[in-house]
């Protein structure tokens, strides 16, 4: 990717650590006078593409682009755009990317949509929340939230509570936690534990492993049936420091992340006995240091009485969002230079390695590729581990291991740790997860297969 090509936030990855702290820093300069910065974006022109509901994601993206100098054209709901008539997602950003606007913020309900948005339109789209898979800008306020009140957030003790299945917010935040060498402590309801593939991404792209946490005193928050673990960087020595290595300790927490329940992902299931902030869980000794977060909007997961304690922070987040955000854009449009290096690898880097169809659709029933981009978008898989073979849906991330690999040229497969299948060039390799997948596409059992 050229220094002078598009940048779009799809992911959180799709910045580097100094770029967002050099957001951080731009973002301190608007908050002091949100007023005074309309001469930075004079002319420009946000799109809101909004597939769901949203107060904060997009209101504070229309007011940072209007305090920046801008102007706003919005598509509020889904039915009010040509999505109603069938259009799809590709031709809507085509057409509003471009004459019409000169970023789009696009929220949509299928995971990866964000992904075939950045795709399709010719100018930078920022990720406003799909499906399940990423929430990077609430990320962004987050992180922000958190590094000015603790000053810092390598090493930070982080615990994540609630949905952590179908949260977005709570994936792209675990991604910035570990790349800034923060710990995580995770307290899912039961039955919506952290996903395989949010985990397989943090093991590969940090070396973040997880461990079994106890959790002490926290009322209403850690109980029984909770499955804790501590999710950490640290290499297996410095943490025989502190534990027997089968079981963390949590001793002490800098913030409590709480979610709502994503109702709108599940399919019905009870949340009877959902976790819950109180007073009384404030009053526990392992709350003395730790701030309260939450992406809102609450459901009942916060009781209104914590509102008023100043370790909730979580009314500040969503304050942040405006100035935040009005750094992003005037970033992403060029209106100002950060000093910064970017990310090793883009998230949407054609030079990242994507590997050849493995003749399957992503078996993630949210993911775009699987309702309206079916039409025009093959799936397509990026290689996340050689051997053995680990891949990964190129737009919701999705894990899949293939436990055979093909030959484009010969049409056989082999088993992929067999002399057969190393002896396949790297542009000739397609990956298949059975037999059954493989002579579907026209594939015949090699030799040693
Ligand atoms: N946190 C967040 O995304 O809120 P909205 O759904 O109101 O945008």
């Not at 436990?403 to 298949?432: M, Q, W």
């Amino acid at each position: 990717m050229g220094p002078d090509a598009k940048r779009d936030l799809v992911s959180i990855d799709d910045l580097s650590c100094d770029e967002i702290m050099a957001l951080f820093r731009r973002a301190d300069d608007y908050r002091e006078d949100l007023r005074a910065w309309s001469g930075v974006c004079p002319g420009s022109i946000m799109a809101t593409l909004f597939f769901e509901p949203s107060t904060r994601t997009r209101l504070s993206f229309e007011s940072a682009m209007l305090r920046l100098g801008g102007g706003v054209v919005t598509a509020a709901d889904a039915q009010s755009t040509s999505q109603a008539k069938g259009e799809s997602l590709a031709d809507t950003v085509r057409v509003v990317g471009g004459s019409y606007a000169d970023i789009l913020v696009v929220r949509h309900p299928c995971d990866g949509a964000a992904r075939v948005a950045a795709r399709y339109a010719s100018v930078p789209v920022i990720n406003g929340g799909d499906g399940a898979h990423e929430h990077p800008t609430q990320t962004l306020c987050d992180l922000y939230t958190l590094w000015r009140e603790k000053g810092e957030l390598r090493g930070l003790d982080v615990v994540l509570c609630g949905d952590l299945r179908f949260s977005r917010t709570i994936h792209s935040f675990a991604y910035a936690l570990a790349r800034f060498g923060a710990n995580i402590v995770t307290i899912p309801y039961p039955g919506f534990e952290m996903p395989p593939s949010v985990l397989d991404r943090l093991d590969s792209q940090f070396g973040v492993q997880a461990i079994a946490a106890s959790v002490g005193d926290l009322p209403g928050i850690a109980t029984a049936e909770n499955s804790a673990a501590y999710l950490t960087a640290s290499r297996p020595h410095q943490l025989a420091l502190f534990t027997n290595l089968t079981e963390h300790h949590v001793e002490r927490i800098d913030a409590i992340y709480m979610t709502r329940a994503q109702r709108e992902r599940h399919a019905g299931q009870s949340t009877e006995g959902y976790p819950r902030i109180s007073p009384e869980l404030m009053r526990s000794d392992l709350m003395r240091d730790a701030r309260v977060m939450h992406p809102l909007p609450r459901t009942d997961e916060i009781a209104y009485e914590v509102d008023a304690d100043p370790r909730s922070i979580y009314f500040r987040q969503a304050e942040l969002g405006v100035p935040i955000r009005m750094a992003l854009m005037a970033f992403l449009l060029g209106a100002i230079e950060i000093d910064a290096s970017r990310p090793t690898a883009f998230a949407s880097d054609p030079g990242l390695r994507f590997a050849a169809g493995i003749g399957a659709q992503c078996r993630n029933v949210r993911c775009i590729t699987n309702s309206e981009a079916v039409r025009y978008l093959p799936a397509e898989f990026r290689m996340v581990r050689e051997d053995p073979p680990e891949l990964a849906c190129a737009y919701c991330g999705e894990a899949v291991r293939a436990s055979l690999v093909g030959c484009l040229t010969s049409k056989r497969f082999h088993a992929h740790d067999s002399a057969d299948a190393r002896r396949i060039k790297p542009e000739n390799r397609v990956y298949f997860e059975s037999e059954q997948q493989a002579r579907v596409e026209g594939f015949r059992g090699g030799a040693d297969a």
